[in-house]
């Protein structure tokens, strides 16, 4: 079992950046396939990017894609999250989420464990 713990968030202006990061405790973070996604008030959590076990491979929401990083550290157990660019519409609780299954993983339902969350907030 794993347990993550997100932090970085915060309120950024239109344009702006914002890193989160990941912390895993407990079974090592490299077992796992790791994933962002988020949460907007009154919407479905909706993926946003996932990172492989080596971080060899990622995969991006189109939403997000060529603003948004996900990078790891599996020697720090940490999953991070760069965000360039934002848009109010990235305003979010955004959620780190470990999965044994391997693959490109984009449904919520594909992984296993999750963290708290942490605010996003992009103001225009």
């Known amino acids: 079992q794993v347990q993550l713990v997100e932090s970085g968030g915060g309120l950024v202006q239109a344009g702006g950046s914002l890193r989160l990061s990941c912390a895993a405790s407990?079974?090592?973070?490299?077992?796992?396939?790791m994933g962002w996604f988020r949460q907007a008030p009154g919407k479905e959590r909706e993926f946003a990017a996932t990172?492989?076990?080596?971080?060899?491979?990622?995969y991006y929401a189109d939403s997000v894609k060529g603003r948004f990083t996900i990078s790891r550290d599996n020697a720090k157990n940490t999953v991070y999250l760069q965000m360039n660019s934002l848009k109010p519409e990235d305003t979010a609780v955004y959620y780190c989420?470990?999965?044994?299954?391997?693959?490109?993983?984009?449904?919520?339902?594909?992984?296993?464990?999750w963290g708290q969350g942490t605010q996003v907030t992009v103001s225009s």
């Open positions: 989420a470990a999965a044994l299954s391997i693959g490109v993983l984009t449904t919520s339902s594909q992984y296993d464990y």
């Open positions: 407990g079974r090592t973070s490299r077992t796992y396939v």
């Open positions: 990172i492989m076990r080596s971080g060899s491979s990622t």
